[in-house]
């Protein structure tokens, strides 16, 4: 079984720039979430998609961030305008069925954001 | 409110020796998940057990072990006969229901086994 899928591994911008990352969840897993991994920190919720509806956004900075999952499958985070705090490593998970980790998260390899 | 705290920042051994990494956590809930993760240098976060507040039985698999104690709050995480790709940073979560499905973190503790 292929695990979750994330790209780009890496990525340079300039602050006030835009990027958008992308995920592939593992196949028939319903649930879908996005977290923000400071260095030397835990990783931190940004956003949960259950299926294609959004669960759970309450940490995400809605006025640059935003993300997506249109066909419960897929999904893409944007910031836009980007800042030098934003660097950070943008870790994508999945679990199966119904919300919640007693439905085990498992994590991409994350994209790594370097904001200059 | 919820908090899990792991006060190990970095630790290192030398091979063969064991470790264990602490985790204390607070909940106000009865119900409630924790969770131990490994995050390698290639960054992915690897699940290595889930535990929910009602099974206070240890969990041993292979060289690992978990020691969960509701009285003290804690769930440490045991390592025996270290090895040298047990490197990585080792990360606790807590799951409680009354913050929907949300994973509280750890700052995680860096383990460094040195050959």
């Known amino acids: 079984e292929a695990g979750v899928a994330q790209s780009p591994r890496y990525k340079i911008i300039e602050k006030r720039q835009s990027v958008a990352f992308w995920c592939n969840p593992i196949?028939?897993?319903?649930?879908l979430y996005w977290y923000q991994q400071i260095l030397g920190q835990g990783p931190k919720l940004l956003i949960q998609?259950?299926?294609?509806?959004?669960?759970?956004d309450s940490q995400l900075p809605k006025d640059r961030f935003s993300a997506e999952r249109l066909k419960g499958v897929d999904s893409t985070l944007k910031i836009q305008p980007a800042k030098l705090e934003d660097s950070a490593v943008y870790l994508c998970?999945?679990?199966?069925?119904?919300?919640?980790?007693?439905?085990?998260?498992?994590f991409g390899p994350g994209t790594r954001l370097l904001v200059l | 409110a919820q908090k899990v705290t792991q006060a190990q920042t970095e630790i290192s051994v030398v091979e063969k020796e064991d470790v264990t990494l602490d985790c204390v956590y607070e909940t106000r809930d009865t119900t409630y998940y924790l969770f131990w993760y490994k995050q390698p240098p290639s960054g992915e976060l690897v699940f290595l057990i889930r535990?929910?507040?009602?099974?206070?039985q240890n969990e041993i698999s292979g060289r690992y072990s978990w020691n969960f104690q509701k009285s003290t709050s804690s769930f440490n995480f045991t390592i025996t006969a270290s090895q040298v790709v047990d490197s990585a940073v080792y990360f606790c979560a807590l799951y409680q229901e009354t913050s929907g499905s949300r994973l509280t973190f750890g700052e995680g503790t860096q383990l460094t086994v040195n050959p």
């Open positions: 998609f259950q299926n294609n509806g959004v669960v759970d």
């Open positions: 535990r929910n507040s009602f099974d206070e």
């Open positions: 196949s028939g897993h319903a649930t």
């Open positions: 998970a999945s679990s199966r069925g119904r919300s919640g980790p007693v439905q085990t998260q498992y």
